[in-house]
């Protein structure tokens, strides 16, 4: 049992592997949060809490004149707001008087089998073989009838805790709900750095780590996606950790929208770290019986730096988000058109650029942006979901199956969610796009955003949907979505507050019910690239296109930081041409294809136009992919240096430590250069390796201890696969 509480009902513990997180329901039923952290007995740890009189920071009602019992200081599980806890707290609620206050107090708890759901939205599942908890604790509102149920699921062996939380308006008037975050943290103790992932279109998820005190540290998207600036995962961890060691703390939401992570020390040094919707624009309208449910936070602990932490990440996000068929089955390797055409095609281009991918081994062609409607640039078409048929020269089915019947499958772009001025669909029903009346929208890529919170129009997105996937052999789809959302109005929910979350909503209501129709296609997200990289999408498309920006050296940055909570298999990576679009770097045909292994592999370049002895590149690479697949989909990865040094290098070790896999590149050169030595990790200390680069033996101790150096210094951009066998003796 991950659950265990005491028998007066007070005393919570939640035990992982390797974690414990405690909770202490006080006497006077305030939520304490006692510990988080390395797994410990079951012993109350309430007697850590320091009390002291602190001016200026008053005490409710039930301390009776104790001054040193105050909200304003103690770590909480759900803070009050607006009657003495003056940090950033959970939740706003206003009342029917205009009062604006939340005051929660401990009610009872109960204990589930199984993970829990939260309606239309994605959370961790658990299957058969696993074991998930769940402990549902009530709260309730010390003046109103607003009761709050807090959600812990605790996946024992993976060492993960998620939060969410349930808002109940169980009274008679209306209550309006001005923020509602899912998870609070309070650390009593400790020094902290907070690690997020920052960037912007083409240059995503860049981690920053600054430390945590008293100046807030924020971040957040207003975008109406989970955005290309800001990724909504962060780890707070001991400032001396490191990737092999330390104490680190991962938060990671579970959700596609706008959002909020903070961490902040208060005035007695304690830490209290934040995550949910973010509040501007936010606010809901709960009627009498109504319910508002945020969204999943999920909690990992790592007792042994930054690197135990991601697995943890990868291994619960690929076992209990991905979904379908795909979540196991193996990948085809995909060639898309974008950048070899991109609006520019027709059908004998498409075919010659698939008659020479199939003839080289891949596996897929995928037909992008530019097949529908009046669609010969970026300024018309969206949602006009009816096949070009003039432009492919015939049906879409038939196009498909000349793909099929050259032994590889076939996928198609769509952007649902948004609408171009200039589209039939606009003319119909200039209604159903984001503006506000009154108002001239704001373009992104010269389009408007669909109203996706409306019924009528997510109808209109499947009916047109299912027609096109069902009258042509269609195995993938790609779902892109290329602006972010402003001029917040719906025609039909006039609470503008609510829009935002409604739209989202939509979003996953129209993904799940296509997803229900077609459960085998394999779906990649996309948001022009990673604007919409997040644990909720992988709910629905088990690969998600990780960047727009397919230059093999900025690459590394890119896939370096989205490895700290998203796994290898989640991340869309394509060798694409040189000089590169984004860049016009040119780097080697080889290098581009290590980049693009540690990922979800595919091309984006046509094919004819590169060299005899890049297509056995080609060849080489896609044995590659398939010799790898377990290992770099399946294994423990280890980030070995970052990104920013001379060279850049990580490895993969399966789980029975047989085999492991190290890719270098080479990121910089310099005259009479020093050695490259690169650290080795994850095998197992008493067996002995055989090592592809220089056929060394050695045991997995010296490996480890003495690392790998190079005899040759790669030239600057080149790369390398390094691979560890275990020798059977
Ligand atoms: C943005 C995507 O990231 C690209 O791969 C491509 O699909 C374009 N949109 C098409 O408009």
């Known amino acids: 049992m991950s659950i265990r509480v005491t028998q007066d009902g007070r005393l919570f513990h939640l035990q992982t592997k390797d974690s414990t997180y405690q909770m ?18 079951e012993e109350n740890l309430a007697d850590t809490i320091f009390f002291a009189d602190v001016g200026f920071s008053g005490f409710p009602q039930e301390a009776q004149g104790d001054r040193t019992y105050s909200l304003d200081c103690l770590p909480q599980e759900l803070p009050s707001s607006g009657v003495g806890d003056y940090r950033d707290g959970c939740i706003w ?14 009610a009872g708890y109960e204990i589930r089998h199984g993970a829990y759901r939260i309606p239309g939205m994605p959370a961790l599942f658990d299957n058969e073989e696993e074991s998930c908890e769940t402990l549902v604790i009530t709260m309730k509102e010390a003046a109103s009838d607003v009761t709050v ?3 812990y699921g605790v996946f024992e062996r993976e060492n993960v805790i998620t939060r969410a939380l349930r808002v109940e308006n169980r009274g008679k008037t209306e209550v309006v709900l001005g923020e509602c975050l899912s998870c609070c943290l309070d650390f009593q103790f400790g020094e902290y750095d907070l690690i997020t992932f920052n960037g912007r279109h083409a240059m995503e998820r860049m981690p920053e780590r600054s430390r945590v005190g008293r100046m807030k540290l924020e971040v957040g998207s207003m975008r109406g996606t989970s955005s290309h600036q800001h990724n909504p995962a962060v780890i707070l961890c001991e400032t001396q950790a490191t990737e092999d060691f330390g104490d680190c703390y991962g938060l990671c939401f579970v959700y596609s929208g706008n959002f909020i992570a903070s961490a902040q020390m208060d005035q007695r040094g304690q830490t209290r770290v934040r995550m949910g919707i973010h509040p501007n624009q936010f606010s809901f309208c ?12 999920i909690l990992s602990f ?31 390797v995909l060639i898309n058109n974008w950048e070899a055409t991109y609006f520019d095609f027709d059908e004998e281009k498409l075919l010659k650029i698939a008659r020479q991918a199939a003839e080289l081994g891949i596996e897929m062609l995928v037909l992008d942006d530019g097949w529908f409607g009046r669609r010969e640039d970026d300024n018309s078409g969206l949602g006009d979901w009816i096949v ?7 049906s879409l089915g038939s196009l498909a199956k000349k793909i099929h019947d050259m032994g590889m499958k076939f996928g198609l772009w769509f952007e649902p969610e948004m609408i171009s001025e200039d589209s039939d669909l606009y003319r119909a029903h200039p209604d159903w796009a984001m503006q506000i009346p009154g108002r001239q929208p704001n373009r992104g890529r010269n389009q408007l955003v669909l109203d996706m919170g409306r019924e009528d129009v997510r109808e209109y997105l499947l009916e047109r949907m299912t027609d096109i996937l ?23 929910n006039r609470e503008s507050g609510e829009v935002y979350h409604r739209y989202m909503l939509g979003v996953y209501d129209l993904l799940e019910r296509l997803l229900e129709r077609f459960p085998d296609i394999l779906l990649e997200g996309c948001s022009g690239g990673g604007g919409r990289f997040d644990a909720a999408m992988l709910y629905y498309s088990p690969q998600i296109w990780c960047s727009d920006n397919t230059d093999a050296i900025n690459r590394l940055s890119i896939q370096y930081g989205t490895s700290f909570f998203y796994p290898v298999s989640a991340v869309g990576a394509h060798v694409s041409a040189v000089p590169n679009h984004q860049t016009g770097r040119a780097t080697s045909f080889r290098t581009r294809g290590h980049v693009a292994l540690s990922g979800s592999f595919g091309y984006e370049l046509d094919l ?5 002895e890049e297509k056995e590149t080609v060849k080489e690479q896609i044995r590659e992919f398939h010799k790898y697949y377990e290992l770099t989909h399946e294994g423990t990865y280890y980030r070995l240096s970052g990104p920013e040094g001379r060279f850049c290098a990580w490895e993969f070790v399966d789980e029975e430590k047989a085999h492991a896999l190290l890719t270098l590149v080479m990121v910089s050169a310099e005259g009479n250069p020093l050695p490259v030595h690169t650290a080795v990790k994850g095998l197992d200390p008493a067996v002995r390796y055989r090592c592809s680069y220089n056929g060394a033996v050695h045991s997995g101790s010296g490996w480890m201890n003495g690392g790998l150096t190079l005899r040759n210094v790669p030239a600057e951009y080149e790369s390398l696969l390094v691979e560890w066998e275990a020798v059977k003796e």
Not at 608 to 612: D, G, I, L, P, S
């Open 24 to 41: 202490y329901a006080d006497e006077k039923n305030i939520l304490l949060h006692t510990y988080y952290g390395k797994k410990i007995g």
């Open 93 to 106: 609620l206003r009342h029917a008087d205009g009062s604006m206050a939340a005051d929660f107090r401990y």
């Open 149 to 151: 149920l807090l959600y």
């Open 286 to 297: 709960l009627k009498p019986g109504e319910a508002f449910d945020a969204p999943q936070v």
């Open 302 to 332: 790592s007792d042994g730096g930054l690197t135990k932490l991601s697995g943890q990440y990868h291994k619960i996000l690929r076992e209990h988000m991905c979904r379908g068929k795909y979540r196991r089955e193996r990948r085809p």
């Open 388 to 394: 070009n048929e003039k432009k492919l020269g015939g």
């Open 470 to 492: 069902s009258h042509a052999p269609i195995d993938y789809v790609k779902w892109d979505a290329n602006r972010s959302l402003c001029d917040i109005y719906s025609h039909v």
């Open 608 to 612: 004819n136009q590169v060299t005899e």
